[in-house]
């Protein structure tokens, strides 16, 4: 078996992120990412933190446009500010179509975390223009 190379790997990991995220602008889920591509409505905090990061390869990758990866990330804030928190937590789990806590999840310290490092990410690259 002939292994992957890096940029094999990082193809891979771009395009997961940007199949498995929803980008459909009239979803009140806009900018949530699956938790894994066998689920269909749960989407992950941590992952949607990890998102970002992916977008910033995308672009540098010349897989999405410097238009594209703005309305992503500005479409993204948006639906973060209308999910429920706990004093400042993210659910861990979210429905990827209603932008919803996912029935009885826990809210997050570490998912959370991730996300806010994804936001400081996409801040600092966007920020550098």
């Known amino acids: 078996m002939e292994k992957p190379t890096i940029e094999k790997m990082e193809q891979d990991l771009i395009q997961y992120f940007l199949d498995f995220t929803s980008f459909d602008e009239s979803s009140s889920g ?9 689920n269909d409505k749960k989407a992950s905090i941590a992952a949607t933190g990890f998102m970002f990061p992916a977008l910033i390869l995308a672009f540098e ?7 594209e990866l703005r309305i992503r990330v500005l479409g993204t804030l ?24 996912n029935g009885h999840c826990e809210y997050s310290t570490i998912d959370t975390t991730l996300m806010c490092f ?6 600092q690259y966007m920020n550098d223009d």
């Open 30 to 38: 806009y900018g949530l990412t699956l938790d894994h591509s066998l």
């Open 61 to 67: 990758k010349q897989m999405i446009t410097k238009q």
């Open 78 to 101: 948006k639906t973060l500010q209308n999910v429920n928190t706990y004093h400042g937590f993210f659910p861990h789990f979210i429905d990827i179509t209603t932008g919803d806590r």
């Open 118 to 123: 994804g936001l400081l990410a996409i801040d």
